[in-house]
């Protein structure tokens, strides 16, 4: 099965969120801000990831670059154009934020 992952990285923690083909959450989680634990808890929990996204960020050219030297599909979204497509939404809580990275939308922000 298809998943798609996004990623609410702060400098300590990564809120991670696993949603299927048609945008239905299936799994989240929290782990430390860490190329190998967020990519033990995808591999783990999503282990069918087709895309992984991530906001534009203070560690986001480092966290990118070593998600992908593991072998991980990653993309990295502009913040402003995630920040355009949240103030469609009604509720922008992080976990609707952590959903919202599939690729229909990461497609037409990248």
């Known amino acids: 099965m298809e998943h798609y992952v996004g990623l609410d990285v702060s400098l300590k ?13 299936v799994r989240e989680g929290v782990v430390d801000s860490e190329p190998e634990a967020i990519a033990t808890f995808v591999r783990s929990k999503a ?40 103030k469609m939404q009604i509720n922008k809580s992080d976990r609707k934020r952590c959903g919202r990275h599939r690729p229909h939308h990461a497609d037409r922000l990248v």
């Open 13 to 25: 923690q990564t809120s991670i969120c696993v949603v299927n083909q048609v945008g239905s959450v």
């Open 47 to 86: 282990p069918g990831a087709v895309r992984i996204g991530l906001e534009t960020g203070p560690t986001a050219t480092w966290l990118w670059t070593e998600l992908k030297q593991l072998g991980l599909p990653v993309i990295c979204i502009d913040a402003r154009h995630a920040k355009a497509v949240l």
